[in-house]
């Protein structure tokens, strides 16, 4: 952590339960990172709290009130459908929208799914998904619609590029 804040290269770390018997649900749970997260010795290093914190999605968005943590969605659309990941989305939206990411976390599952196929979905869901919450904000009078569409190109782009630099 030390060496990476002093590279000012953000520090990933694995932030969902997994699946199988050799994970622990209560071990997943993104709060056992905050005394890591708000240690002094590393308040100028870049935590990106990958994956969500899924299904501990409302306590992740809390750690990132922290000025030096974000998270992002990647492997979400994998773990919940779209509709599900708009309500996480929306709550994400509301609290903090400049502190999370779109994220794909393409994979091959098997010889018939590969890699692009699993990018396809991420791609959709978070784009349904988003979509979907941000239409809803506008339509709760929340947001107007030309801050629906920044706060979408900031979950989809904007945020990521500022920490890991815009490559156009």
């Known amino acids: ?3 990476a804040g002093k590279s000012h290269l953000p520090v990933h770390f694995h932030s969902a339960v997994g699946i199988g018997d050799y994970f622990s649900l209560r071990n997943g749970n993104p709060l056992n990172l905050e005394n890591v ?3 002094p010795r590393y308040k100028n290093v870049t935590f990106v709290l990958i994956h969500g914190g ?3 999605t409302l306590e992740m968005i809390w750690l990132t009130a922290a000025k030096n ?5 990647s492997l979400m659309g994998y773990y919940v459908y779209p509709s599900e990941l708009k309500n996480i989305l ?12 779109f994220g794909s976390d393409a994979f091959p599952f098997n010889e ?5 196929e699993t990018f396809w979905l991420a791609v959709r869901s ?3 998904a988003v979509a979907e919450a941000l239409a809803e904000l506008v339509a709760e009078n929340a947001i107007s619609e ?3 569409l920044e706060l979408a190109h900031m979950y989809l782009h904007d945020n990521a590029a500022k920490i890991y630099g815009d490559k156009k």
């Not at 929306?90 to 990411?101: D, G």
């Not at 018939?112 to 692009?116: F, H, I, K, L, T």
């Open 69 to 73: 943590v974000y998270t992002d969605s």
């Open 54 to 56: 899924y299904p501990y």
């Open 90 to 101: 929306k709550q994400w939206i509301s609290l903090y929208p400049e502190k999370i990411m």
């Open 146 to 148: 030309s801050k629906a």
């Open 112 to 116: 018939a799914v590969g890699a692009e």
């Open 37 to 39: 997260l708000r240690d």
């Open 1 to 3: 952590i030390d060496q």
């Open 126 to 128: 978070a784009r349904t």
